[in-house]
Structure formats: structure tokens, C-alpha cells
């Protein structure tokens, strides 16, 4: 959900949108806390 879909990719049955809202929560939350976000990717 970074970037809007086309139609033609919000009707195509073989891709799904997925949301990054976790993956990037959680490296905000690593780099604050100066951990490592490389096992995150």
C-alpha cells in the first residue's frame, strides 16, 4: 500500500495489495531503539 494500484492491478486475481504498516513500524521502532532492521528485509 506504498504507492496507489492501477485498476487493472486491484482486479487481478493473482496479485495482492499488502499492507507495510508493520514492517515499517517495526524498523522506526528498531532504528530508535538503535537495533539492527537487517532481518526485517
Do not use: H, W, Y
Not at 6 to 18: D, G, K, M, P, S
Not at 20 to 31: D, T, V
Amino acid at each position: 500500500d506504498s504507492i496507489p494500484a492501477t485498476e487493472a492491478v486491484r482486479v487481478a486475481r493473482n496479485i495482492r495489495q499488502l499492507s507495510i504498516a508493520p514492517l515499517l513500524g517495526e524498523a522506526i521502532r528498531r532504528i530508535n531503539e538503535e537495533r539492527s532492521v537487517s532481518t526485517l528485509f
